[in-house]
């Protein structure tokens, strides 16, 4: 899709489109094998200092690596580290992978970690993996997965709140106001242009949803932006899938995110 089916818009509008056009940067998924342990993946085990608890849920379980971003293997975003390691984990043993729907805030079934310096030493993939007593019961990653990513350009072209914030209007009801019985032909393109562009999951950008953005009816959340995006995939040996083909969010606070402060970062995933 090109932007010749915006061109039925008033001309305000499609300025405002073009304005709000942010990088970001999209990620592919790759299955290159056994990967190291600093290396940015999905799945899999990840650099974890032996002098720092590991990451446990509110029964005593240790947390499963989601995935690990190594700053310093991405190209550079504005606000963003340059370095270290950001990593994201989850409890495979809950139906909500340790998501909490009465309080995306409670992060008692997943944990966020950032370690800008990677000197001390870390558990071993052995020892990481004598921690797990038991099968995971619901997987997200079905193996490890390498992560590599390039900047690109995003529109404002996702139903999230940045898009109500911004023009005043729901998503659907802004396009169907223009477009009419065309409305879902044109939605459609939109979506197959979006999730194109946007990769298999994004650091920064817009976030995509297969049901509602939460922020919507969490006020006090309302600034936060994304900070991380992993969507299913799957084909080539690959096999990552959030329920029913759904989509992971962690969302941060600018002024967290300038700090490196990763302390409040806050979690949701949703499925059709």
Known sequence: ??????????????????????????????????????????????????????????????????AQLNFSEFPQLPNYPTSGTLEFYVNLHDDLIGMDLENVKNRSGYAVHFFDDLSETSYSKEEQADFYTQKPEYVVVEGEYQLTGEIRETLLLHDCLEFNQQYGIDFYELFEEHYGDKVDDVLNEIYDFVTENDGDGKIGGFPNFTQQDPRFHIEDLQEDILLFQLDSSYGEGIEIMWGDCGIGNFFIHPHDLKQKNFENVWYNWDCS
């Open 1 to 66: 899709m090109s932007l010749q089916i915006l061109e039925d818009l008033p001309a305000q509008i499609r300025e405002q489109l073009i304005k709000s056009s942010k990088p970001f940067i999209a990620l592919t998924v790759e299955n290159k094998g056994e990967l190291s342990l600093t290396a940015s993946k999905a799945g899999g085990y990840g650099y974890f200092p032996k002098n720092k608890p590991f990451p446990t849920s509110s029964k005593g379980q240790p947390l499963y690596l989601l």
